[in-house]
């Protein structure tokens, strides 16, 4: 089965911190996901990539940024962390037309 | 109009009975579909996804699509107490740049009474 790991389950952070979330995928998927999971908004999509150093914004991508520096490791970075960003954040990696696997998420609250 | 829409619930199901559950999507264009499963506190999971008009079925479950009417359906035959969770269609669309990816719908709450 693919393994997608999300370094951290629960972040607390300071406003104005700049925070790293960390993605890894062990089953050689090109494309990768940050999404973020809100009550009564759904999964948004903040960023993607599909491939080495090769991104794309998504949906909401304002105060986010992403690095994609190895195929396995997808990095979303918040550059001043703003309560609005308190979130849950899934990862999720998927292999052409087959679907997402998502990993656990990160709870992160920004105080 | 949102880009993929869902009946957001609650809806309540009888042990053993059918479990309906239904989408819509507004992008022609799109091509897969896929439903996810989200227990509260978990990431989604794949359930099923359906490429082509028609029905789908693995094991419990039946997709659905109609893509004239832009609608996408999950059936869940004999619903267990274990089904009880949100679930999420997703739509794909293609980007400005021709890249691939997912939208997804706010779900749907279930709730199968025992």
């Known amino acids: 089965d693919v393994k997608v790991t999300q370094s951290s389950r629960y972040l607390v952070k300071r406003t104005g911190e700049k925070v790293f979330l960390e993605c890894v995928q062990d089953m050689d998927h090109e494309n990768m996901f940050w999404y973020r999971q809100d009550p009564g908004l759904g999964l948004r999509l903040i960023y993607f990539?599909?491939?080495?150093?090769?991104?794309e914004k998504g949906d909401i991508p304002e105060g986010y940024s992403v690095s994609r520096e190895k195929k396995e490791r997808f990095s979303l970075i918040l550059e001043s962390a703003s309560t609005n960003q308190t979130s849950m954040y899934l990862c999720?990696?998927?292999?052409?037309?087959?679907?997402?696997?998502f990993g656990s998420g990160t709870r992160l609250t920004v105080v | 109009q949102k880009e993929v829409e869902q009946n957001s619930g609650p809806l309540s199901v009888p042990e053993g009975a059918i479990a309906s559950l239904n989408c819509t999507y507004s992008d022609r264009g799109s091509q897969s579909f896929f439903w996810y499963r989200q227990y509260s506190g978990k990431s989604p999971e794949l359930i099923m996804f359906?490429?082509?008009?028609g029905d789908k079925e693995d094991g419990r479950f039946t997709a659905q699509l109609n893509k004239a009417s832009q609608y996408v359906s999950l059936l869940i035959r004999d619903s267990q107490p274990s089904d009880s969770a949100t679930y999420l269609c997703?739509?794909?669309?293609?980007?400005?740049?021709?890249?691939?990816?997912?939208?997804f719908g706010t779900g749907t709450r279930l709730t199968i009474i025992p």
């Open positions: 359906i490429y082509s008009n």
């Open positions: 997703a739509v794909n669309l293609y980007t400005n740049f021709g890249n691939e990816k997912l939208t």
């Open positions: 990539s599909y491939d080495v150093k090769m991104k």
């Open positions: 999720a990696s998927s292999l052409y037309k087959y679907g997402y696997t």
